[in-house]
Nanobody
Framework: QVQLMESGGGSVESGGSLTLACQGS????????GGWFRRRREKVAVIAKD??????TYADSVKGRFTISMDRHKNILYLQMNNLKPEDSDMYYC?????????????WGQGTRVTVSS
């Protein structure tokens, strides 16, 4: 059974940093793609993803500030978030898929909240 468990969300001031972690079980990151998404008003958008073949994509709004990485030994997907802005505040979700990571990915975590104060 594929499961994803996010952690690392919280409240920080503008300019601060957070590291989100997504522990996977029942599958292997790297064989499966992994991605981070945010949801606002029921609209889900990709933040960063690592598709199979190590093809990494970032949303324009986070380029240069966020970094996605995989620890294949521990089976954890990370999102390092630097220079956070109030507009980054949202629920963040980890997703995995056996083919391609998108808003239609097969497997999702429960989400973790990020709040950035000005």
């Amino acid at each position: 059974q594929v499961q994803l468990m996010e952690s690392g969300g919280g409240s920080v001031e503008s300019g601060g940093s957070l590291t989100l972690a997504c522990q996977g079980s029942g599958f292997q990151f790297g064989v499966y793609c992994g991605g981070w998404f945010r949801r606002r008003r029921e609209k889900v958008a990709v933040i960063a993803k690592d598709d199979r073949g190590n093809k990494i994509t970032y949303a324009d709004s986070v380029k240069g500030r966020f970094t996605i990485s995989m620890d294949r030994h521990k089976n954890i997907l990370y999102l390092q978030m630097n220079n956070l802005k109030p507009e980054d505040s949202d629920m963040y979700y980890c997703a995995a898929d056996g083919w391609y990571c998108s808003t239609a990915a097969d497997h999702w975590g429960q989400g973790t909240r990020v709040t950035v104060s000005s």
